[in-house]
């Protein structure tokens, strides 16, 4: 009998490399992916090309274009497949602060309506299935910026000696805090997520990812920051630095090596469980680190532009600690470095360009 992955999103960077790995696994591959994507961020952030990719060059790939949102319809692909869905991969979101507080009744329906039914339908048409579950670090809210940071010339860190040095982990409160309404609907999907692991005993698990990437990633202003700055630096564009005098930290982890994780997870799955994922200490740059890194690549001068002020709930620092997902599943590690991923990057947007 064949096998399917359900996976939303599956135009865009998590969800399309899903498609891949998974074919390669000999699964056949259900896609749910509007494009809503080019609405949010125009042209930058279209997935149109990478999808018609995926449409042209595996015949195991299917596509239906609707919103999640609507239930009716959602059932309609559950009601077609019912058992013969072995996973799903729900990575379809709405991913901007900014975008977020313009339509907040948008932003909940996509990222918090659109679990719900996905969670329901799972539940009852393949509940035997796992349900992985794309959330953000963002559920933190603006917490980690409570620690007690120091400044150097390029970067804002803790101490050797704290107890967060290395990041993260699960037990950080989401509580007390500012959180934007991006943080707030993705951490009610979240919530929503766990308790129908534990309250109906599936399979279900949150990845609270930090910075998502890969040479797959249709970056935009307002998503994606490595590859658009990559972007903004092969097309001799001005690069925006937002708050924190660019001293901001992000970790970063490529598409593949989350999806290993996915991986890993469903050949031994828990119920309603939440994992910190994220490139950790070792992927972990500022913007102006990345800026530099970038300027002695190509041998230019990036242009940018200073907004002093941070966006709302926005992190000034943060590096995963993902000790917990490495202790419950010890095949898993990292492979791509951050070197690798600008080289990747910079490869792929000089072949476009």
């Not at 805090?177 to 692991?197: C, R, T």
């Not at 050949?267 to 994922?277: D, S, T």
Request: glycine content about 6%.
């Amino acid at each position: 009998m064949k096998k399917y992955v359900l996976i939303t999103g599956s135009g865009g960077l998590i969800g399309s490399d899903s498609v891949e790995f998974f074919i390669k696994k000999k699964f056949y591959i259900i896609g749910i992916e509007n494009n809503y994507r080019k609405f949010f961020f125009g042209k930058d952030g279209s997935i149109t090309k990478r999808n018609n990719y995926l449409l042209k060059n595996y015949k195991n790939y299917i596509c239906n274009n609707f919103n999640l949102k609507n239930l009716n319809l959602t059932k309609n692909v559950f009601k077609n497949y019912k058992s013969k869905i072995k996973i799903i991969i729900h990575s379809a979101a709405q991913p901007s602060h900014d975008w977020a507080i313009k339509n907040p009744l948008l932003d909940f329906d996509i990222n918090a309506r659109s679990t719900l039914n996905l969670l329901e339908c799972f539940k009852n048409y393949c509940p035997e299935a796992k349900f992985i579950y794309l959330s953000t670090n963002k559920v933190y809210g603006d917490n980690p910026n409570k620690l007690n940071f120091y400044e150097n010339k390029y970067r804002y860190d803790v101490k050797k000696n704290s107890s967060h040095y290395n990041g993260i982990n699960e037990k950080f409160s989401i509580d007390n805090n500012i959180h934007s309404l991006f943080g707030a609907s993705k951490l009610s999907a979240d919530i929503y997520v766990q308790e129908y692991g534990k309250n109906f005993n599936l399979n279900t698990v949150c990845f609270r990812g930090g910075c998502l990437t890969g040479e797959n990633h249709s970056g935009a202003e307002l998503h994606g920051f490595l590859s658009y700055l990559v972007k903004c630096s092969i097309l001799k564009k001005k690069y925006k630095i937002i708050g924190y005098k660019g001293k901001q930290v992000r970790d970063n982890i490529h598409s593949s090596d989350l999806i290993n994780c996915f991986w890993e997870y469903c050949k031994n799955p828990k119920k309603g469980e939440v994992y910190n994922i994220g490139g950790g200490r070792q992927n972990s740059c500022s913007i102006i680190e990345i800026l530099n890194m970038i300027e002695k690549k190509l041998k230019l001068k990036i242009k940018t532009k200073i907004i002093k002020k941070n966006r709302v709930g926005d992190h000034q620092w943060w590096i995963t600690d993902f000790s917990k997902f490495k202790k419950d599943y010890p095949n898993w590690k990292i492979k791509k470095n951050l070197e690798t991923i600008i080289d990747e990057m910079i490869y792929n947007y000089k072949k476009e360009f």
